[in-house]
């Protein structure tokens, strides 16, 4: 089997898993949970969202964490912005990264994001150009490349179709998310297959609903993908599609990787510390099998079952 050499491990547990969690989490353990994180070595760390408190409520002062938190050379420390509003902020809050969200469902985008598809692109078209010309990394966000809530399976064709326009947009990345968490390797691979953008820009984002996650990232790489988002602890999972559990952890990846002798910079025992702290933060276990593994089995078992 090939796989890359190097995977990058987008940990989207500050934005993607908070804004998901019943609890809402104070701004300054928002803020120690991103440090945390950023200790562990990841490179792209997503830490909030300017969008309106109305929607999403456990998202609310993300400029305030962005601000306080300690930014390390070399890391994109990022920000979902919906609409030309929350790009102003980003720029006001001088954010080195941003990220725009759509759907390739056309019901999904009426029913979530309050607009048609067309629309939805044509209001990133309004403020990703320019976000370029200022220096600003761009990620794209694709919900539903597997399945829709409300449409139910989705082409490939309809997924390629999203992510070529905003690659030509000027989205430096964009991440394939099976927003349910209802597919299987087969289809990850087939929905991988033929995509029109380079593969080394595209990043995947499970839920790990049916317990799939961790096999359809082993599937994406077998594709070729290097990218991949998790969350630490399992947190989150999609507020807008019911039935939709966690994100796949980012214990689970990792350890997945490290057994694979794929380099991804993370530092295990680090990333557990930084789990522990927003478990006991949220008052709720882990969802991760290599996190309650790990914490009982103490870390030098795993370096010591590895080095073997």
Same mark, same amino acid.
């Given at each position: 089997?090939?796989?890359?050499?190097?995977?990058?491990?987008?940990?989207?547990?500050?934005?993607?898993?908070?804004?998901?969690?019943?609890?809402?989490?104070?701004? #300054?353990?928002?803020?120690?949970?991103?440090?945390?994180?950023?200790?562990?070595?990841?490179?792209?760390?997503?830490?909030?969202?300017? /969008?309106?408190?109305?929607?999403?409520?456990?998202?609310?002062? !993300? *400029?305030?964490?962005?601000?306080?938190?300690?930014?390390?050379?070399?890391?994109?420390?990022?920000?979902?912005?919906?609409?030309?509003?929350?790009?102003?902020?980003?720029?006001?809050?001088?954010?080195? =990264?941003?990220?725009?969200?759509?759907?390739?469902?056309?019901?999904?985008?009426?029913?979530?994001? #309050?607009?048609?598809?067309?629309?939805?692109?044509?209001?990133?078209?309004?403020?990703?150009?320019?976000?370029?010309?200022?220096?600003?990394?761009?990620?794209?966000?694709?919900?539903?490349?597997?399945?829709?809530?409300?449409?139910?399976?989705?082409?490939?064709?309809?997924?390629?179709?999203?992510?070529?326009?905003?690659? %030509?947009?000027?989205?430096?990345?964009?991440?394939?998310?099976?927003?349910?968490?209802?597919?299987?390797?087969?289809?990850?691979?087939?929905?991988?297959?033929?995509?029109?953008?380079?593969?080394?820009?595209?990043?995947?984002?499970?839920?790990?609903?049916?317990?799939?996650?961790?096999? #359809?990232?082993?599937?994406?790489?077998?594709?070729? /993908?290097?990218?991949?988002?998790?969350?630490?602890?399992?947190?989150?999972?999609?507020?807008?599609?019911?039935?939709?559990?966690?994100?796949?952890?980012?214990?689970?990846?990792?350890?997945?990787?490290?057994?694979?002798?794929?380099?991804?910079?993370? *530092?295990? %025992?680090?990333?557990?510390?930084?789990?522990?702290?927003?478990?006991?933060?949220?008052?709720?276990?882990?969802? =991760?099998?290599? %996190?309650?593994?790990?914490?009982?089995?103490?870390?030098?078992?795993?370096? !010591?079952?590895?080095?073997?």
């Amino acid at each position: 089997m090939i796989y890359p050499s190097r995977v990058k491990i987008v940990e989207v547990a500050p934005r993607d898993g908070l804004q998901a969690e019943s609890t809402a989490v104070s701004v #300054n353990s928002r803020i120690q949970f991103v440090d945390l994180l950023s200790d562990a070595g990841f490179k792209t760390i997503e830490v909030g969202s300017f /969008v309106s408190p109305k929607w999403v409520p456990q998202m609310v002062d !993300s *400029d305030k964490v962005y601000q306080g938190i300690i930014k390390k050379e070399g890391v994109n420390y990022s920000v979902l912005v919906p609409n030309f509003k929350g790009y102003e902020t980003a720029l006001e809050n001088k954010v080195n =990264s941003i990220a725009v969200f759509t759907a390739a469902s056309e019901t999904f985008c009426q029913k979530n994001i #309050n607009s048609p598809l067309k629309e939805n692109l044509e209001n990133f078209g309004t403020f990703v150009p320019d976000a370029k010309k200022n220096g600003l990394r761009v990620r794209g966000y694709i919900s539903c490349a597997i399945a829709c809530p409300y449409e139910g399976f989705i082409l490939p064709k309809k997924v390629h179709e999203v992510a070529l326009e905003l690659f %030509s947009m000027g989205c430096d990345e964009i991440s394939l998310g099976d927003t349910i968490g209802v597919g299987t390797p087969q289809q990850v691979r087939e929905l991988l297959q033929g995509i029109p953008i380079p593969l080394d820009k595209v990043a995947v984002h499970f839920h790990d609903t049916y317990g799939q996650g961790i096999a #359809n990232i082993y599937a994406a790489l077998l594709e070729g /993908v290097s990218i991949i988002d998790s969350s630490a602890s399992g947190l989150g999972g999609c507020p807008y599609a019911p039935g939709a559990s966690g994100n796949v952890a980012t214990e689970d990846v990792s350890y997945l990787l490290e057994g694979l002798g794929i380099e991804t910079g993370v *530092d295990l %025992s680090k990333l557990l510390k930084a789990s522990l702290f927003i478990d006991d933060v949220l008052e709720k276990e882990t969802s =991760s099998k290599a %996190s309650k593994a790990l914490r009982i089995n103490k870390i030098n078992f795993h370096r !010591s079952y590895f080095e073997k």
